[in-house]
């Protein structure tokens, strides 16, 4: 079965240290993934997108995440974090073409330290 | 930019009523979406729409409906409120298949009382 891990509920990192955010799926094919953001109260913002090509992908806010075929994994990492990136952060598999279907990870909630 | 607007950020409803959530798009979007968010379950599909009065239910559609009677406007009713229902709703579109990305509004969070 499809499925989406984060396998970190909660990290808390100090302002000015690099991040890494684990994600992993289980996939038959090439899956589309995703990194979104979710500040308090707010609605999900996509922060970058792997549908081929280079495995190295930029995204916004100086996030990039690098896609690991034989570890199945798509980690986002932003090298120095700023206060503003306190959220929860989602990772999320898009399922075969000509369907609806996304899954999403349960979050990983990020505190910054200041 | 893509626009997504929920109609209302926060509502509070008794048991048995009927309530309605609004959301609207302003990119022309075929599809859009019902989600509900839960700490600890991440999101779940409610309901898809494709098209005008098009439908497909997702993973957890009981006890909600939709209507989709405009392009731009995709509605989640709750034919009846229980307090299960109490949860932060969001809408997104997109503009083509699953390489597409989503695109959210900010949410409804619902309290059922």
């Known amino acids: 079965a499809q499925s989406v891990t984060q396998p970190d509920i909660h990290i808390t990192v100090s302002e000015g240290a690099s991040l890494e955010l684990r994600c992993n799926y289980s996939?038959?094919?090439?899956?589309?993934l995703f990194w979104y953001v979710q500040s308090p109260g707010q609605g999900l913002q996509l922060l970058l997108k792997y549908f081929s090509g280079d495995t190295l992908v930029q995204g916004i806010k100086g996030f990039e995440a690098e896609f690991k075929r034989s570890q199945s994994s798509f980690n986002l990492r932003k090298p120095s974090v700023h206060w503003s990136d306190a959220a929860e952060y989602f990772c999320a598999v898009g399922a075969s073409p000509g369907t609806y279907k996304y899954i999403f990870g349960t979050g990983t909630r990020l505190k910054v330290l200041a | 930019d893509v626009k997504v607007t929920q109609s209302s950020r926060y509502l509070v409803k008794r048991t048995g009523e009927k309530v309605f959530l609004e959301c609207v798009q302003d990119m022309d979007h075929e599809n859009m979406f019902w989600y509900r968010q839960d700490p600890g379950l991440g999101l779940r599909l409610i309901y898809f729409?494709?098209?005008?009065?098009?439908?497909e239910k997702g993973d957890i559609p009981e006890g909600y409906s939709v209507s989709r009677e405009k392009k731009e406007r995709f509605s989640l009713i709750l034919e009846s409120a229980s307090t299960n229902q109490t949860s932060m709703y969001l809408c997104?579109?997109?503009?083509?298949?699953?390489?597409?990305?989503?695109?959210f509004g900010n949410g409804t969070r619902l309290t059922v009382t």
């Open positions: 729409s494709y098209d005008v009065k098009m439908k």
């Open positions: 997104a579109s997109r503009a083509g298949g699953t390489n597409s990305p989503l695109h």
């Open positions: 996939y038959g094919a090439t899956p589309y």
